[in-house]
């Protein structure tokens, strides 16, 4: 007997969205002024939580806005 364990079921267990980039920014701002650089770009392949990002409706499309934080991952 184990006291003060959860086991969460593999059912249970968060599993990474994908989908693709169709728009990023030029990168953030950095305390300095400088830019630093984006590393995700338009066209890639990405891995994101369930509950990433806002989803938004544009010209009768459904999209979702994330911060680059966000990404779990980008598919090669």
Known sequence: ???GSIIIPDTAKEKPQQGKVMAAG??????????????????DTILFGKYSGQEIKLDGEEYLIMREDEVLGVIQ
Do not use: I
Not at 26 to 43: C, N, Q, R, S, T
């Open 26 to 43: 030029k990168g953030k701002v950095k305390d300095d002024g400088g830019l630093a650089p984006m590393d995700v770009k338009e066209g």
């Open 1 to 3: 007997e184990q006291v």
